[in-house]
């Protein structure tokens, strides 16, 4: 076994069955469609905002350089941070795992007497299981962003961490307001489910006790920390509650304000297209009267760090590029990854979480490499994700006939003679077939996509006939 498993925690819990679920994703055709094609539209409008920016390559290079040189001094950045934040007035605490972090967050609350604590979008909270911890301990969690709040009252969580309600129709969210916020039933147009949402909210803050946001970065020469969102929510709890809380990722840390100009131009390009996300809020210190709270969270992601094949996942900024580029998660929906973080990011940071339960994630891909092309911060997303494979394979936590089915693939890809005679095959099987089975097995993709016509020569003999140079290109 490799050191990189040896050092994998041992947690068994089921396994997460990635297939299975996204067979279950697939059986609403419809809404397959319009999921892939929503995260596509997204897709397309990152690359229209990089287009805009010709050093976007020279950019990527050095936002990965800042990261791996933080990285690689992440205990001295941590400290200094917390030292220039402690010094403007802020009360840093530091928590081990989600556990530690629930504790703090809860003893802060109940210390105070708080009842009502609204949130903005934190994935970190999300992967401690905040909301639940709290709220088993009478404390009412309110998130505030549009989309976690709709995806709250259905009781389920994000299916993506930048769009939490990708996966809803706006029918299904007028349905959700109307039972919990009572809308008019059948109301379904965005603009007014907004409005209704935004008086609920209001009321929210105005009865809050105290606010919880994310920070997107921390910079470790001023102790200031940074918190962006596109509906102002974050900004609005911190400004009127008492008490601020900002739960972090120790990897949120960068050396300061000129590193930070680097990721704020490749941020929200890279999430949704935008220039800069609509609110970039910098909180250097608590506002007269009001306590400022920041805890610093670990929760294995020291672990990640100790690992080589692994430890640059931990540059990731939480743009969610490479997950609306994967062709799979746009196809099987972000809860059948079964974990806070989907997607090829998700599927290389939750292994290291616990191996067993998320041994089926490595391979919720097709290896096109779409996601590294995108990664702002040029994680090589596909190459971890092999290394994951075969660390996985190394682990005994892959099915026999898969095994058998990869060596018998394997065997037939490294032979040219053994792929020419099976595309031959294949092309002649599609010739025999008769066109009417041949249409009832495309229904299996679709109903209304049509099946190609089978071509009558190889690419091979059609280029050595146009070209004539021989090439063998079978
Ligand atoms: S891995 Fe890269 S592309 Fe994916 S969310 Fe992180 S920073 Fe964005």
Not at 24 to 35: I, L, Q, T, Y
Not at 423 to 441: D, G, V, Y
Request: net charge neutral; proline share 4%.
């Amino acid at each position: 076994m490799s050191g990189a498993a040896r050092s994998l925690p041992v947690v068994h819990s089921a396994p997460v069955d990635h297939a299975a679920a996204a067979a279950a994703f697939n059986a609403n055709e419809a809404r397959v469609d319009w999921h892939d094609a929503a995260l596509w539209f997204v897709r397309e409008k990152r690359d229209r905002a990089v287009e805009e920016v010709p050093e976007w390559e020279l950019l990527r290079e050095l936002a990965s350089n800042i990261k791996e040189h933080t990285l690689s001094r992440l205990d001295e950045y941590l400290v200094a941070f917390e030292s220039a934040a402690t010094a403007n007035g802020a009360i840093v605490h530091w928590a081990r795992d989600a556990e530690e972090h629930n504790r703090i967050v809860h003893d802060i609350l109940v210390s105070r007497k708080v009842r009502h604590l609204v949130k903005s979008k934190s994935m970190l909270t999300e992967e401690c299981g905040l909301n639940a911890y709290l709220e088993e301990r009478g404390v009412d969690v309110v998130d505030t962003d549009l989309g976690e709040r709709i995806v709250q009252l259905r009781r389920e969580h994000p299916s993506h961490i930048v769009m939490p309600a990708i996966h809803l129709t706006k029918e299904e969210i007028g349905e959700t307001f109307a039972e919990h916020l009572g809308t008019p039933a059948g109301l379904s147009d965005p603009t007014e489910l907004t409005a209704a949402a935004r008086v609920h909210l209001r009321e929210k803050f105005l009865a809050a006790h105290a606010a919880l946001t994310g920070v997107n970065f921390a910079l470790a020469d001023t102790g200031g920390i940074i918190v962006c969102t596109n509906e102002g929510n974050a900004d609005l709890g911190m400004a009127l509650a008492p008490i601020h809380i900002a739960s972090m990722g120790i990897e949120k840390v960068i050396p300061g304000a000129n590193e930070l100009a680097v990721f704020l131009r490749m941020l929200a390009r890279s999430a949704t297209g935008q220039r800069l996300t609509v609110y970039t809020s910098h909180v250097h210190r608590p506002r007269e009267g009001q306590e400022l709270h920041i805890v610093i969270v670990d929760n294995g992601r020291s672990e990640q760090l100790g690992r080589k094949d692994f430890w640059r996942s931990l540059k990731c900024i939480r743009c969610a590029a490479c997950i609306n580029s994967c062709p799979v998660y746009r196809r099987s929906g972000g809860y059948s990854y079964g974990a806070t973080v989907s997607g090829p990011i998700g599927s290389v940071l939750t292994p290291g979480i616990d191996l067993h339960k998320y041994a089926a994630l490595p391979f919720a891909s097709t290896l096109c490499g779409s996601c590294t092309a995108v990664c702002p911060v040029k994680i090589d997303l596909d190459a971890q994700l092999y290394r994951w494979r075969q660390i996985v394979v190394d682990a005994g936590l892959v099915s026999v006939t898969k095994q058998l089915v990869a060596r018998a693939g394997g065997r037939v890809l490294a032979s040219r003679r053994l792929v020419a005679v099976g595309s031959m095959l294949f092309r002649s099987m599609l010739r025999a077939f008769p066109a009417r089975l041949l249409r009832r097995l495309a229904g299996a993709w679709g109903r209304d996509r049509e099946l190609p016509v089978p071509p009558r020569e190889s690419f091979s003999a059609w280029y050595r006939r146009e070209r004539g140079d021989g090439h063998d290109v079978a």
